[in-house]
């Protein structure tokens, strides 16, 4: 499974999403049709196509859906100290509580939003 996120600079969103967000490279080909630029977790299933494109091409309006990435963590509020460490910038100050657990919103360099969530434990 892929999906796709626009960036202006393949260079630069391989840095945000593989030393910022600490996912793997796992394609890198320059194609007839583009550079074809994939990351991801380490061993998930789900893989991220960075692909260059004008930019805002694939940021939702205000009040849309959330960001084109969910990311889920088992510590979250961990994650985002160290996330934060490396560089990566977020939409509200911490995370925040919410019915299902918790939650935030990463940015990356092209305004592309990454929504951040950890599962709430014990009874649903």
């Given at each position: 499974?892929?999906?796709?996120?626009?960036?202006?600079?393949?260079?630069?969103?391989?840095?945000?999403?593989?030393?910022?967000?600490?996912?793997?490279?796992?394609?890198?080909?320059?194609?007839?049709?583009?550079?074809?630029?994939?990351?991801?977790v380490a061993?998930?299933?789900?893989?991220?196509?960075?692909?260059?494109?004008?930019?805002?091409?694939?940021?939702?309006?205000p009040?849309?859906?959330?960001?084109p990435?969910?990311?889920?963590?088992?510590?979250?509020?961990?994650?985002v100290?160290?996330f934060?460490?490396?560089?990566?910038?977020?939409?509200?100050?911490?995370?925040?509580?919410?019915?299902?657990?918790?939650?935030?919103?990463?940015?990356?360099?092209?305004?592309?939003?990454?929504?951040?969530?950890?599962?709430?434990?014990?009874?649903?």
């Amino acid at each position: 499974m892929y999906v796709t996120v626009y960036v202006t600079d393949q260079d630069r969103a391989l840095r945000f999403y593989t030393e910022g967000l600490g996912l793997e490279k796992h394609v890198d080909y320059p194609g007839p049709d583009g550079r074809f630029l994939v990351v991801g977790v380490a061993g998930g299933p789900v893989k991220i196509i960075l692909w260059s494109h004008a930019a805002a091409a694939g940021q939702p309006g205000p009040g849309d859906a959330p960001g084109p990435l969910i990311l889920e963590s088992d510590d979250l509020r961990k994650d985002v100290e160290v996330f934060r460490q490396r560089g990566v910038t977020f939409e509200q100050p911490e995370p925040e509580d919410y019915p299902f657990g918790v939650r935030i919103e990463a940015v990356d360099p092209d305004g592309n939003r990454i929504s951040l969530r950890q599962q709430r434990r014990g009874k649903a």
